[in-house]
């Protein structure tokens, strides 16, 4: 739950002044999100999202984030387009954080995700990959293989008391992906955090993805590798191959995987888990059970995980 | 912060179909109110809001404050219009909870309360007394006077934790209260908890009044005297005289208070500080310190409290 920040009145509407936007008719916390605060700003001339940036973005990614989503969005890709200000820029501060103004964007997460979800999410997906291809700026992905053992050391303490055993089963799992990450597969922009909190349908069709916050460089097949993790397990923790079949499917009909990128998939998805893994389990161990911020099961990531290495081919993921 | 309860696509799906309002564009959940959980709407035809009503309202008092809305718009006051569906019938279930659309009204609560916003507050209190003159429902104000005693004593074990001599000073205060409290003030349908987060102000106009969840039937004057302690004490926990004249001098233009309602009106600010401080008090104690739901500080109305009890007359109140 989110909204961190309180904004005044009088300091929305100082705010404001910078933008050809109208005047502010409603402005309302969104309790969606954790890491940043956001507002659902209605004015004279329509409906906007006010996004104040909390701590745990880092302002210096800014730039690469909202000059993304103007890039994507100039590409005819559905997401959060910022507004600029009448000075050009499209970051400012507001109530002493940085804060942006973005176009609202239609439509609904699916809470419960059907397969008729998971053609759409790759297909979209794939055009984010082709879209981002000429973008100029560049962000390291801080989450990839070489921030996980911090993680794990960070979370070693605790671990075994969230699951017995789990302190050896990471040891070994990260070895094993330290020695064999592929290094040299096609990368590019990637979203990294392609949940179905993420991605927008209105009438059965995807009318948007958001949350650009965990974007990055890295190989674009661990992208798709997060979605399988993100779109194909049911409630139960099985994994459902109709679901990754269709989007692996619609994602190819937009950008056909290579070889390489199909043999490394399960290795991939292996990694994708454990990176979700490995900061849900930070989060529970750092995070008092009864904090404002509610934490989120690392073992379903564990049982997703298991999953993976269990894979021996691409036919076990509908291919 | 709200959002207790999360509403799936389909069943929301389900729920609009039962009215004319278009189809669903967008619905996020809103991070304001604890009572209950609200999202706002927005579909083909326009924006609404949604309420989904948790735990804390008791579903035998809906028919009242929702028909207490229908009867206030239809006599002109800026509030949420309950939505009806095609069956003509304003509450419904939707993901297993008591749920109702309303309108959705156009402004923002003020931050930072000004004397500019206190006239128009006493105005439409005034407004808001006259309108439910010929309100039908009846529903009994279970937080005055008589509700004070039992709130009082579950909190009694902890109070004195929370302020060295605490118990005395409440135990005082009630006792007083009781004995005086008046009977024969003119009644009618009161708000009775017109916070600055629930008055809306659009270009320094007030624009709507929300929340009618604590509406009840009690003396007219004792919500003026809810309203005295709601805005016109400063953050140091002062009272602003100067806010109090402009919210009585309005509310007198709109319905003049008669001599007894004057004369009571220190008392009825004292019971209303006490209210206040006894339910903060109530959660303080019976919240844990770190739990999801923020606790007010209950020794902000032992402030406003003692200012009323020190007040030998209504010149201390700027008239």
Chains 1, 2 share one sequence.
């Not at 002044?17 to 008719?25: K, L, N, Q, S």
């Not at 989503?69 to 050009?88: S, V």
């Not at 590798?225 to 779109?231: G, K, R, S, V």
């Not at 049911?234 to 995987?257: G, H, I």
Request: proline content about 5%; some cysteine.
């Amino acid at each position: 739950m989110a909204v961190y920040t309180e904004v005044s009145d009088a300091e929305l509407e100082a705010f404001l002044v910078e933008y050809d936007i109208g005047e502010a008719d409603a402005f309302k916390g969104i309790a969606e999100g954790v890491e940043n605060s956001n507002y659902l700003l209605t004015t004279t001339k329509g409906q906007y999202m006010v996004t104040l940036y909390e701590k745990r973005v880092d302002p210096k990614d800014l730039p690469f984030f909202l000059g993304l989503m103007d890039h994507l969005a100039d590409r005819g890709i559905n997401c959060p387009r910022p507004i600029h200000g009448r000075d050009g820029k499209a970051l400012r501060r507001l109530a002493g954080k940085p804060a942006a103004i973005t176009s609202f964007l239609h439509g609904m997460w699916p809470r419960r995700i059907a397969v008729k979800h998971c053609g759409p999410v790759g297909a979209a997906l794939a055009g984010l990959h082709l879209a981002g291809q000429d973008f100029k700026l560049k962000r390291p992905n801080a989450l990839s293989v070489a921030g996980w053992r911090p993680l794990f050391d960070g979370s070693r303490a605790g671990a075994d008391d969230v699951a017995r055993g789990l302190v050896r089963e990471l040891q070994a799992e990260l070895d094993d992906l330290e020695a064999h990450w592929p290094k040299a597969l096609p990368a590019g922009v990637i979203h990294a955090d392609l949940f179905n909190d993420n991605v927008f349908f209105l009438h059965d069709k995807l009318s948007g993805l958001i949350d650009f916050y965990f974007a990055c460089n890295d190989s674009l097949a661990y992208d798709v590798a997060i979605c399988l993790n993100a779109w194909c397990f049911e409630p139960d923790r099985s994994f459902n191959a109709t679901k990754a079949r269709a989007l692996l499917q619609a994602y190819e009909k937009v950008r056909p995987l290579e070889a390489a990128e199909r043999q490394a998939l399960p290795l991939l998805a292996r990694g994708a888990a454990l990176r979700f893994l490995l900061t849900r389990l930070y989060d529970w161990i750092h995070t008092p059970a009864n904090a404002l911020v509610k934490r989120k099961d690392p073992l379903e990531f564990l049982a997703y995980l298991r999953f993976h290495r269990s894979a021996s081919s691409l036919t076990e993921y509908g291919l």
